[in-house]
């Protein structure tokens, strides 16, 4: 049960990031506009659910399904965001960064929205924390910040390292996103229910929140929600975080509220911290104290080409193509800056968090100045100009020396860069060229070892054969020779 409130809830006051991170870039855009109410969009006739690597369905074709039913077995299952039937499991374009159709399966609506009953939880505190894992799982909770990374190994992951602190990203700092801005205001107190749960089960004590200083609606819906809830046994600090693209990527933030900087590869929980969005948050609180499985997400949808412009529920395997108002325009899945350009037939997923709609690009690319421009916004720091050249040569000596793995993929090189040079689409390339060749690599290495096994099996087998024939030998001449 909650905590009587205390003092420490009550003067939740917005403080000013103590650290800063390198690099990044002030951007232009006017006043920010406030967090919108949010619209609810309407049912289409079909979704397309996208299957993930190692999922497998557990309906056929022809299956009427149900409201929040399972569809898939896997790491991370999903599930039906209305009632209708099964028609199809096709190939259809994937919104993954890298061009490529994966298995969809199509779900036909029937319009009756019939549900299954949910196996809801009034109080998780009476629950052990695997339990709550479980629930986290079957769900079907993924992060809904972009990465994708499923939940429950989260959280698995923080239980083995010993975490105490967790944060919250509710940092949104690229150009007509208010997704999650939007969603605190509307549902701050779920959000804190979901923090409250991970703090819970991974044992955190401290919880960070980071966030941008002008979103004052937001920051009182967080007051008021931890002011009614209480404190959990939880210190919650609120920071103001800098006012520059991309305060809100996972290591920046780490960064600007910790003082930590993690090294490539590292993952928080070696550095005693667990990180979570608030879409992320939001959803993993419905799935335990009401057992929905994740089949919605808000988004936000922006763009001189978007059909309505705003945040809006939106359902899992809705077709893109729905928020757009002119096919001639360019659909960007995520933020303007960081986002990439997806196919007409692609279809939301859970990490679609930003549909941006622009103008097809038509200027052409110059030779590069080596003016480091590049250099003085990214992040991390990196020398993007050194990586372009290994990554159009596919130098993987190269890459690795100047850290191609460090990129964060957030954009700021893209947008400074004089000579319109793609530098994130190449560098996502590059990266998934070196991906494959890393898994080509593999399997060689794992051929090789099968083939020395069956060898070693082979020459033992060999040497059995020809022990078993010279004792049979021997036995024959011993017959044959008498006492």
């Given at each position: ?45 079909r979704l397309y659910i996208e299957l993930q690597p190692g999922d497998r369905p557990c309906v056929r074709i022809g299956t009427h399904v149900l409201t929040h039913q399972r569809l898939t077995d896997g790491d991370v299952p999903s599930h039906a965001p209305t009632s209708g039937r099964i028609t199809d499991i096709a190939l259809r374009p ?347 690599t593999a399997r060689a290495v794992e051929a090789r070892a099968r083939s020395r096994l069956h060898e070693t099996r082979e020459s033992a087998r060999q040497r059995a054969t020809a022990a078993s024939r010279q004792a049979r030998l021997r036995r024959r001449r011993a017959t044959h020779d008498g006492p």
């Open positions: 049960m909650a905590q009587p409130m205390t003092s420490t809830a009550t003067r939740l006051e917005l403080e000013p990031a103590p650290f800063d991170f390198h690099g990044g870039m002030r951007l232009d855009t006017g006043e920010p506009a406030p967090p919108g109410s949010i619209k609810t969009i309407h049912m289409p006739d994937s919104i993954a960064p890298t061009p490529g159709q994966v298995p969809n399966l199509t779900l036909e609506v029937d319009g009756l929205d019939e549900a299954m009953v949910l196996d809801a939880i009034a109080d998780p505190a009476g629950h052990a924390p695997a339990d709550l894992i479980d629930r986290i799982r079957d769900a079907g909770i993924t992060g809904m910040g972009g990465a994708g990374f499923p939940t429950h190994r989260k959280l698995e992951e923080a239980r083995r390292s010993g975490v105490d602190t967790l944060i919250v990203n509710a940092a949104e700092c690229e150009p007509g996103v208010r997704a999650d801005t939007s969603l605190l205001v509307a549902d701050a107190d779920s959000v804190v229910q979901g923090a409250s749960a991970v703090a819970a089960i991974v044992g955190a004590r401290r919880c960070l929140v980071g966030i941008e200083p002008h979103n004052a609606d937001a920051i009182a819906a967080l007051r008021a929600a931890l002011a009614a809830r209480g404190s959990d046994e939880v210190r919650w600090h609120c920071y103001g975080l800098p006012e520059r693209y991309p305060a809100g990527s996972e290591r920046s933030l780490i960064r600007s509220l910790t003082g930590i900087q993690l090294r490539p590869g590292e993952r928080p929980s070696a550095q005693g911290l667990i990180c979570f969005n608030v879409a992320t948050l939001h959803a993993l609180a419905r799935a335990l104290y009401f057992g929905e499985p994740l089949t919605r997400r808000v988004l936000s949808v922006s763009g001189e080409g978007a059909l309505d412009p705003g945040d809006h529920w939106a359902f899992i395997g809705q077709p893109i193509r729905e928020f757009r108002a002119d096919p001639r325009f360019q659909t960007v899945h995520g933020g303007p800056l960081a986002g990439w350009p997806v196919g007409d037939e692609a279809a939301v997923a859970k990490t679609t968090f930003c549909l941006h709609f622009r103008q097809r690009a038509t200027l052409s690319e110059d030779p590069c100045i080596r003016c480091q421009r590049c250099a003085d916004v990214c992040p991390e720091p990196l020398y993007p100009e050194r990586l372009l050249r290994h990554s159009r040569t596919l130098n993987v000596d190269g890459l690795q020396r100047d850290g191609l793995d460090h990129c964060v993929e957030c954009g700021a090189c893209d947008t400074v860069c004089p000579s319109r040079i793609p530098l994130l689409a190449t560098f996502r390339e590059a990266k998934s060229s070196l991906a494959a060749a890393t898994q080509s």
